[in-house]
């Protein structure tokens, strides 16, 4: 390639970065905007290609439409392998393994039957919708969730040790009461019935029968009850520490550039020590 | 129109408007009264008229008394468009809107059948109770607890964003590991099936029945236990400060007539700089 | 009466109070256990009336101790209206409001049948048990609780107000999707449905079966799952708030009898100004 | 024993006691992760013998697996109570009776049939997982996490003893408007209904039919959804306050060892007053 050419490439090459990266230039919301229709569209065809009385109806339609799709995101895949500076960082960032993931299912299919449906991952994919609404905004409220989650994480596995092992115990105990009946076919099945109760999610396709068992799962109950009490007040506790944080973080990181002080509110709009405009 | 006639007619309209949208004068207050019964009695109409044995044994009391109501409540509706100083403002505010709807379930009837259910949106209504029931007290705490909402709006979008995603995808994998058995016979019901477990709602009619459908299910009921914690933490932590700035506010509100200091107690009777009576 | 006879009648009445109302004296605290175990034993007495084969079985047995147990808290009532001093208070308050209806159910099948089974109001007694087991302790934790809720109690109408209307319109337009299949029968039958669903109760004896009502209640349920937070988030920042004024008003209740300075922190052991013991 | 030989063995009962309690030693962890491997197989085999086909199909190698990891639990039991230099300390810990009671339930057997279920005990034993895994951190967290526990455990009886009071009220009086029909056939059944739905379990195997009936279940249902905010309030305001405490403990531990200064930050690496090396 001669030098001229080069850099017109070059220059092509950066104006496609900004128009499949970037969100800020009119083409590059667009881009943005045609992409995720076609990951919605993409998405609900193979829910309803799950609908048997649908799919016998429009057997070729979905056919055709998934290996449309899959074609559309892997050119889009190679695409932004191929503008991006840093290729490898790409591949192995978050949003690049499930840029891969959303096209690989559909030629699994061409060597494994119903493989298809693994293309339901396609949905994460849309939480890049958070980059075109306002990204900033929301970016910021994700980072304090996650930071409040992962400052709590070493407590949510004790509390998730615990109460698996409660449920363990509670399982075996319901076994040995209601005897196989109802439901209690086996341990496994009778700490499956514990986790449903501790959980309050309650289906009642295993409920207990026996008095004894009725009064057992009651205990259980007002445990699960009271034991739920233990996330909320971790997470709710963080995410007030975290909030408060990222508040601390966002005025610490507002320096005045004409006297270098730090620390100004969030909403000043003049530098409190010499009057300058922020 | 000669002017005495125009001036009685003014006061008269005056008058009409502190009986219809005052609570201060007695009247006014009895307006208001007969008027939350009225719309108690035609929804709790509508809610019998929707029982079969019921509806047999008295339509043409229900086919009156829904006339009766809606003739009765057009009028009021017009009467307030009529006797409002801003006629476009009221009919543009949440209460005007919602009071034309209330109007139109029955006239819609004409045209379309079972129309009348819709009636029942004249249940938001009854929220003007708490324009009579110690008024300001009342608007005080919805203010706090709709700031607080609106305050954690965004993290609120970004947290149903990521439960939706899990539901999506625990419901595609659901919906491949139970093999369209036990209830799970698409991915849209198996996500419905995954929505009613995570909110910890359970209803039983659909639940998984293999040992390995049934691990997968308590791993996303232990999920969904955790994961109750993070929009409860978001909105504890946002009432706690939107109370907080409400009390800032009210007594920042508070200004000395006699000194103009501000940031008196919301209990203070005197003012604290010059013993003025606030 | 002469008046030895009244003063040793005045010593008798005195002492008796002590044994009947109070818990420092040995006696006293042996009247409140002996009682305890009486309402106790009176309360599982009915309910195992309540099961049919154990009531065919044992009917006579019911019949003596129910009339037992009646006679003995009619003794006991009298004998507190009798010996306190003043026995109006007692009378009406929630304790005396509670003794009198625990003895009446029994006097009622006199007349009435089935209303037996009223005497489990007696249960409502039992909450005695705190006066006895290290009082103090138990009554300020109470008393932390029952400022908290009675703080948030606007709050938390507003928020029921709320949510009672989200459910009868939600009921409504259940009842329209689904037309009177799968359970919603009736408007009523689809508001209780809507509030078993916005709790997250789940029974599952009513569930919608078409797809544009699972779409809806999945709706319904994640607002379910999000309002929660509310009347948590109240209760939380209330308790919060009500805990730290109890600590305010404990230390503030600490008055050094030396210099007469309060304030002092609730361990504190020394006056922090005069260093007299407290 | 001569002398040198009593060295030699006090040498290796150090040794064997640094492979056994400690997990700082390379054997020390393998031993440890040895034991937990045993642990979890020999749990698993438990539930897999519950499983009525699998039992049928391999039930001798139930009955030798049992054997083998009893006996060796057994051996482990003997030699820690061997090593350590406090048996009757370690007899009555925690860990030590749980230790005891894994072993037992096979011996059961011997003369209680069915007894060996119990053996799912040794799961809690798993919980010494926590001691490998970054100890520490972990520690710190389930520190936390029970001390505000604790904090809120007289808070926490109030509540229940007023849930259950609740419970026992409201499942009397369904039993009586539902009158033994649809399930609540007796008042214990029916406390059991009304726990499981305060809950918000909601199993559905008893739910009430009659209108009023469901009335008050709506009722219960609310109230059970805005009680339990009791709770969590509680443990939330109590895990706040016990990270602080945490928190102060920690910094307050840190004494600078040249001057003797306390409260350093937990991060710090010089002390604030001398600039020595913490």
């Known amino acids: 390639m001669s030098e001229p050419d080069f850099k017109y490439f070059s220059r092509f090459r950066n104006q496609l970065f900004h128009i499949v990266f970037g969100t800020d230039t009119r083409s590059g919301k667009l881009f943005d905007i045609v992409l995720l229709w076609a990951i919605v569209l993409s998405v609900i ?12 109806a429009y057997d070729d339609v979905f056919f ?10 892997t050119v889009e895949y190679l695409l932004r392998l191929f503008i991006t500076a840093k290729p490898k960082k790409y591949a192995f960032s978050f949003f690049g393994i499930i840029d891969l993931l959303a096209t690989l299912p559909t030629y699994i299919t061409l060597f494994v039957a119903g493989g298809s449906y693994l293309v339901v991952i396609r949905s994460i994919r849309l939480l890049r919708i958070f980059r075109i609404l306002k990204l900033g905004r929301y970016l910021r409220e994700a980072s304090v ?4 989650l992962a400052a709590s994480r070493y407590k949510i596995f004790v509390f998730l040790g615990a109460v698996f092992t409660l449920a363990m115990i509670m399982g075996t105990l319901m076994y040995m009461i209601e005897g196989g009946e109802s439901g209690f076919t086996s341990i496994p099945r009778s700490i499956y019935w514990a986790i449903v109760t501790i959980t309050t999610v309650g289906y009642g396709d295993i409920a207990p029968q026996t008095v004894l068992g009725q009064a057992f799962a009651s205990m259980l109950m007002l445990m699960g009850y009271a034991i739920i009490a233990v996330p909320t007040g971790i997470v709710t506790s963080e995410i007030a520490s975290a909030e408060k944080n990222k508040r601390k973080e966002e005025s610490a990181g507002r320096v005045c550039a004409a006297c270098g002080i730090k620390g100004h509110d969030k909403d000043a709009i003049f530098c409190k020590n010499c009057s300058a405009k922020l």
């Open 145 to 148: 969730l996650s930071d409040a």
């Open 64 to 73: 055709v439409t998934e290996w449309l799709f899959t074609v559309l995101f």
């Open 45 to 56: 065809s193979v829910m309803l290609e799950s609908v048997s009385s649908i799919r016998e």
